[in-house]
């Protein structure tokens, strides 16, 4: 019997968080805008697809939940998250934002496609081309050599959730997991943070 192997995912640690979340300027509209797409997804572990079709009506930042009616396959549901931060910056940028159908929006000036024959307008649904780019291009303005995607933020969360909790469930429910087996791998993926503490100086 062929046993498929999971490959473990890149995780970031709490200072290459740091680095990532302090990467984008809050002197501009993007930056503000990005900060706080970055700063969600490391504190709920939403993916590329659940980001960008936000609506308004999905966010509850005073009570920090946010309910999905869009999500991959039957993982609909409540997350819930515990940074001010998140919801300041959210607050913040909603604010300043041009007001449309989706929380995080284009901001860019009306103008043709090249070659595309479409038109980029202000307000439009971001891309997953485009948050994927931009973690990556925030990454290495970090100085993080790990080659990471927005898929890594998720990882990242899943795995600093169980160091927090030790209680897999909780991070299953998080992740909105069908299955456990599903979410296991993180207790893999946190042992290279508390491997040293666990064995308390075991050594032979």
């Known amino acids: 019997m ?12 709490q200072e ?3 680095a990532l979340k302090s990467s984008p300027s809050e ?3 993007s930056g503000i805008r990005n900060k706080a797409i970055i700063c969600l997804a490391l504190n709920t572990g939403l993916r590329v697809d659940e980001v960008i079709n936000l609506k308004p009506k999905n966010i509850d930042l005073k009570n920090k939940t946010i309910s999905l009616d869009h999500a991959k396959k039957d993982s ?13 910056l959210i607050s913040k940028w909603i604010s300043i934002s041009r007001r449309g159908p989706w929380v995080f929006s284009t901001i860019t000036k009306e103008k043709l496609i090249a070659n595309k024959g479409g038109i980029t307008r202000p307000g439009n649904k971001l891309s997953r081309q485009y948050l994927t780019q931009m ?3 925030y990454s290495i303005k970090a100085g993080i050599s790990k080659r990471i995607s927005f898929h890594t933020l998720r990882h990242t969360y899943a ?4 160091i927090k909790t030790h209680d897999i469930e909780v991070v299953r429910q998080q992740l909105r997991h069908r299955s456990i087996s599903s979410t296991i791998i993180y207790t893999q993926t946190a042992w290279q943070f508390e491997g040293h503490n666990a064995l308390n100086g075991f050594e032979l």
Do not use: C, H
């Open 2 to 13: 062929n046993i498929k192997r999971r490959k473990i995912p890149a995780v970031l640690d």
């Open 16 to 18: 290459e968080i740091q």
């Open 27 to 29: 002197k501009s509209l």
């Open 76 to 88: 609909f549901g409540t997350v819930v998250f515990n940074s001010d931060e998140v919801a300041s």
């Open 135 to 137: 973690v990556k291009t």
């Open 159 to 162: 795995t600093w959730l169980y």
